[in-house]
Antibody, heavy 126, light 107 residues
């Protein structure tokens, strides 16, 4: 069964760090990028970055450069996202998602996220 | 601000047809995919690529694309379709980008 299972909710003080895990199963883990997306309360989806599970190469959204680190452990098919120097603005649900992509013969590029993890609520409060 | 633009909210009468749109220059070369999100749940893929519906998604969901606009249509909206709908694709730099989302109310 294709699925991503994330670690549980976390509460942190401002200035602290948080590490969220994302366990993949049901597919070839190294064949698909894992992305991290967050959603603040009542807000939309915000892309944070991706990790290539095969090589470990990462790409981070500019808003998170210097504060986020995405890693993976292929032996246990798990991806991780660490966010440092937390503030109350980082209170959100954090999701991991598997990306698929393909080109069609008209030159168009398709990309989609499926499946998604169940989400991890990170609360930053003093 | 998002490089993919969606209407903030739309409503539809039960059983009628509703269309969501997503606009952005990058959609001239990238297909959009569409996500449904119900309160307290993770997003769910409902349509992707030129004409693809994931397994388990009802066939009342369909998609299309023209120029810089992608569309998701629900033909015969049901009460359980009430949710937020997000388009997703790439921006002009090739980085992932989400639309701001459209809240669907089924009357």
């Amino acid at each position: 069964q294709l699925q991503l299972v994330q670690s549980g909710a976390e509460v942190r003080r401002p200035g602290a760090s948080v590490n969220v895990s994302c366990k993949a199963s049901g597919y070839n883990f190294i064949g698909y990028y894992i992305h991290w997306v967050r959603q603040a309360p009542g807000q939309g989806l915000e892309w944070m970055g991706w990790v290539n599970p095969n090589s470990g190469v990462t790409n981070y959204a500019q808003n998170f450069q210097g504060r986020v680190t995405m890693t993976r452990d292929t032996s246990i098919t798990t991806a991780y996202m660490e966010l440092t120097r937390l503030t109350s603005d980082d209170t959100a649900v954090y999701y991991c998602a598997r990306e698929s992509l393909e080109y069609d013969n008209s030159g168009f590029f398709s990309t989609w996220f499926d499946p998604w993890g169940q989400g991890t609520l990170v609360t930053v409060s003093s | 601000s998002s490089e993919l633009t969606q209407d903030p909210a739309v409503s539809v009468a039960l059983g009628q047809t509703v269309r969501f749109t997503c606009q952005g220059d990058s959609l001239r070369r990238y297909y959009a995919s569409w996500l449904q999100q119900k309160p307290g749940q993770a997003p769910l893929l409902v349509f992707y690529g030129k004409n693809n519906r994931p397994s388990g998604i009802p066939d009342r969901f369909s998609g299309s694309s023209s120029g810089n606009t992608a569309s998701l249509t629900i033909t015969g909206a049901q009460a359980e379709d009430e949710a937020d709908y997000y388009c997703y694709s790439r921006d002009m730099s090739g980085n992932p980008a989400f639309g701001g989302g459209t809240k669907l109310t089924v009357l």
